[in-house]
């Protein structure tokens, strides 16, 4: 009996086939990962908003209770709302995150922060504030907001230092420009932030 004898063609259609197979796999297993990976940095993104969105909701609490005792410090207190109004004016959205949009974020949050350790000299001044329930209860959540913030900034750096060595690993950032993945920014530290600030309450 005589084996079939299959035709050169056939061979070369099955390993280009083969290869086609191969490569397709390759590509959607990368396109995958780096979706996968810019949907964590977005929704990381969320909660790097949302912890902020904390912070500019205690804010009129505090005024208002700084106000009941320091109500010449109007200056002060304007200043604190004004830097939380354009705090919350600068929205990003996850998919745009360049440098340029992290640091017009980080400026208005600077801003805010600054205002509210102006805030903060002023209740020194205050010893009745200071021992207020409602204020000392205000001053252990902005606290506690602020520490959210700084692990909520770390987790986003986290995902977004896996996201961009991704994209930029060959062969994948062949990919990543071809189907539109681009670096995001990191949150860069302010000048002076190796110091250590002194908060006293």
Same mark, same amino acid.
């Given at each position: 009996?005589?084996?079939?004898?299959?035709? $050169?063609?056939?061979?070369?259609?099955?390993?280009?086939?083969?290869?086609?197979?191969?490569?397709?796999?390759?590509?959607?297993?990368?396109?995958?990962?780096?979706?996968?990976?810019?949907?964590?940095?977005?929704?990381?993104?969320?909660?790097?908003?949302?912890?902020?969105?904390?912070?500019?909701?205690?804010?009129?609490?505090?005024?208002?209770?700084? $106000?009941?005792?320091?109500?010449?410090?109007?200056?002060?207190?304007?200043?604190?709302?004004?830097?939380?109004?354009?705090?919350?004016?600068?929205?990003?959205?996850?998919?745009?995150?360049?440098?340029?949009?992290?640091?017009?974020?980080?400026?208005?949050?600077?801003?805010?922060?600054?205002?509210?350790?102006?805030?903060?000299?002023?209740?020194?001044?205050?010893?009745?504030?200071?021992?207020?329930?409602?204020?000392?209860?205000?001053?252990?959540?902005?606290?506690?907001?602020?520490?959210?913030?700084?692990?909520?900034?770390?987790?986003?750096?986290?995902?977004?230092?896996?996201?961009?060595?991704?994209?930029?690993?060959?062969?994948?950032?062949?990919?990543?420009?071809?189907?539109?993945?681009?670096? $995001?920014?990191?949150?860069?530290?302010?000048?002076?932030?190796?110091?250590?600030?002194?908060?006293?309450?």
């Amino acid at each position: 009996m005589k084996t079939p004898v299959i035709p $050169k063609n056939w061979i070369t259609i099955g390993v280009v086939i083969l290869v086609v197979l191969i490569g397709y796999l390759y590509i959607r297993g990368a396109y995958n990962i780096m979706v996968r990976l810019d949907e964590g940095v977005a929704g990381q993104w969320a909660q790097v908003e949302n912890v902020y969105q904390r912070r500019a909701d205690l804010i009129p609490n505090l005024v208002s209770v700084v $106000k009941g005792y320091a109500a010449h410090e109007r200056e002060t207190l304007e200043a604190v709302v004004e830097a939380r109004n354009q705090a919350m004016q600068v929205q990003l959205d996850p998919a745009n995150l360049t440098p340029e949009a992290i640091a017009q974020f980080q400026a208005a949050q600077n801003g805010l922060s600054s205002a509210l350790s102006r805030l903060m000299v002023v209740v020194e001044a205050h010893p009745d504030l200071k021992a207020n329930q409602n204020f000392l209860d205000l001053q252990t959540q902005l606290e506690g907001t602020e520490n959210r913030i700084s692990n909520e900034r770390r987790k986003y750096a986290e995902l977004v230092r896996d996201y961009n060595t991704t994209i930029r690993q060959f062969p994948r950032t062949l990919f990543a420009s071809l189907f539109g993945f681009e670096r $995001k920014a990191h949150f860069e530290a302010v000048e002076g932030a190796e110091i250590v600030p002194e908060i006293v309450f």
